[in-house]
């Protein structure tokens, strides 16, 4: 091959080119590898995963209040909603929520709600029966949540979210 | 900026080292010989104290690493062991905090310097950005290093900022149970933020490396804004002429922090710090240390998270932008009767937004905070690109020389 054809069409992989290649990329593949278990280590570790579930005793809660219990770390509030708690969540219309939920959704018992009590927006505990709404009131950044947790007013993006959690007795339930 | 080496080595010794490492002419042609403008002003001091703060940080830090535990449990506890027990533990702490509130008021006159005078203009745009990277990695250590006591401040602070990350579409929450280690602020977080908090520093010093060699490769700015013509007759060398001022200034800065130490110690940190970290109770006003004001200000002054991140994270990195927003040719404002009025009113804005940030969110001074967030991204986005095109500027001097005899550089 003279060097007049090379410029002319390129030239053919070589058997060279191909090993070349092959080799940049094991070696590419090997070194991410490595990488993965340093970056990896940081998330949650197995004892941190394995606290992932809490069991909470409703009986002990009377209408009208609210309990905080701790699930991975955070607080859980659990509140025992009376009912012109329930009327007002649920006659609330989606159209001026700004993350449009419906209360029923968002709880398996209207007169028990159950979220996660951190706030949205940076992660603030919010304060209960607080607000415009005698839901919860953020004092970080000035979020307004209702009484189903669902953001009304403020800088938060979402509603508080309600965590997985199953009725495993007529008064008890396992968060997580 | 500098030609051939003016070092020869006296001894024996410095002649067998210099020819295998010549690291004595390195170290004489950088901080001896090295030419400094003869116009410097006292606002050319802050390098050195920058360069004193970093030293004095490292080892207050690593002695007070000594003493500390990076454990939920016992990290409280360990601080107020030092405070109570250690010997010289309460002035040690002190120096440390106050040091990193010393160490941000010097960078942050030094930032302002270079805006003032042009600092970052060509040739110098590296230097700048260098800079601008060791702004950011500064704000990181101070934050991690805010932490560590595990104060009701410490864990609210740490929350706040790890959930910014969460404002990241699709991502956001697996990056901040990444940072964290865990659902929430707990062990996890304290333990890799202590590692990290030691960490950083050196890598700070390595980036300073960096700054200083861009520094020394371009030569330092001065007052006129003029670059250098005649190296014989326009500059003086760094040793004794910049060491004794810069010992001046740095003998004036630790009057400041010494007070600030020995007589006020707490009059910069909040209250709340000095509250166990409870991740069941937000206090009722979360606020930063002073340094982070302004920022916090523009985060809170937009009523959207993701945008209200990004605007915090871009008012920091737009300053990287400025030698290319910036669309004058003259360097410094000595000469540009425009831009001299804007700059005081971009430092008094910088300043209201720090106030601004220290109040609660609401009513008047939210307002307040939006409309200075938006002149804060007007100045870089708009005035100083417009400022440069319609400008005309005083007449500039054709040497240093020239400047110092006409007698407008100021010699402060």
Redesign the interface.
């Known amino acids: 091959m003279t060097s007049k054809d090379t410029a002319a069409k390129p030239a053919e992989p070589s058997r060279r080119d191909i090993l070349y290649i092959a080799t940049g990329a094991a070696a590419a593949g090997a070194a991410a590898g490595m990488v993965w278990p340093l970056i990896a280590q940081m998330n949650p570790d197995a004892s941190i995963l394995a606290l992932a579930s809490t069991e909470v005793d409703l009986s002990s809660v009377p209408e009208g209040q609210i309990v905080t219990v701790k699930w991975r770390g955070k607080p859980v509030f659990v509140r025992h909603r009376t009912p012109a708690e329930i009327k007002a969540a649920e006659d609330t219309p989606l159209s001026v929520l700004p993350d449009p939920e419906a209360d029923s959704k968002r709880v398996q018992k209207p007169e028990w709600l159950v979220i996660i009590g951190v706030c949205t927006h940076l992660g603030c505990i919010p304060t209960g029966k607080e607000g415009e709404y005698n839901g919860w009131f953020c004092p970080c950044h000035g979020s307004v949540y209702d009484l189903s947790g669902r953001i009304r007013s403020g800088p938060a993006p979402t509603n508080l979210e309600v965590p997985p959690y199953a009725f495993i007795a007529e008064s008890k339930i396992k968060i997580g | 900026m500098e030609g051939h080496s003016q070092y020869t080595p006296k001894s024996g010794f410095a002649r067998w080292l210099e020819r295998r490492l010549p690291i004595l002419s390195f170290m004489h042609d950088s901080f001896v010989s090295y030419p400094t403008p003869k116009n410097l002003n006292y606002m050319w001091v802050f390098g050195a104290i920058l360069s004193f703060m970093l030293v004095a940080q490292i080892v207050t830090g690593v002695v007070l690493a000594m003493h500390y535990t990076p454990e939920t449990t016992l990290a409280f506890d360990s601080v107020e062991k030092i405070m109570r027990d250690v010997n010289w533990g309460t002035i040690l702490r002190y120096a440390h905090a106050n040091g990193a509130s010393m160490f941000f008021l010097a960078v942050y006159l030094h930032i302002f310097r270079g805006m003032y005078y042009g600092s970052y203009k060509d040739p110098r745009e590296v230097l700048w950005i260098l800079g601008v990277v060791i702004f950011m990695l500064m704000m990181a250590t101070g934050f991690l290093g805010y932490v560590l006591p595990w104060g009701q401040m410490s864990f ?1 602070a740490a ?2 900022i ?3 990350f ?1 404002a990241i579409p699709v991502v956001g929450t697996a990056i901040t ?3 964290l ?6 062990n ?1 977080t304290l333990n ?1 933020f202590y590692a990290l908090h030691y960490l950083v520093p050196f890598i700070i010093v390595a980036i300073v490396a960096l700054h200083v060699w861009a520094l020394h490769v371009t030569g330092q700015n001065n007052p006129s804004g003029v670059e250098v013509k005649d190296v014989k007759k326009e500059t003086v060398p760094f040793t004794p002429y910049a060491t004794m001022k810069d010992a001046v200034g740095i003998a004036a800065f630790l009057v400041v922090y010494a007070w600030l130490t020995f007589f006020v110690p707490n009059y910069l940190g909040h209250p709340d710090n000095y509250i166990e970290a409870n ?8 606020v930063p240390e002073w340094y982070f004001l302004p920022f916090y200000a523009i985060l ?1 002054a ?5 945008l ?1 991140v990004t605007a915090l994270f871009a008012s920091i990195l737009i300053t990287a932008a400025l030698p290319w927003l910036d669309t004058s040719k003259v360097k410094s404002a000595v000469y540009r009767p425009l831009f001299r009025k804007e700059f005081w009113i971009f430092v008094a804005v910088c300043i209201g937004l720090g106030y601004l940030g220290a109040q609660p ?2 009513g008047a001074y939210l307002w307040f905070a939006r409309v200075l967030s938006a002149y804060y991204f007007l100045h870089f986005l708009v005035i100083l690109p417009v400022i440069g095109k319609v400008e005309k500027p005083e007449p500039v001097p054709e040497s240093i020389d020239a400047s110092i005899l006409r007698g407008e550089t100021s010699h402060v």
């Open positions: 609210w929350t706040v790890t959930n910014l969460s149970t990444w940072l280690g865990g659902y929430s602020v707990d996890p890799r991740p069941l109770v937000t206090p009722p006003h979360i809170r937009i009523p959207n998270k993701l209200g969110a609401e």
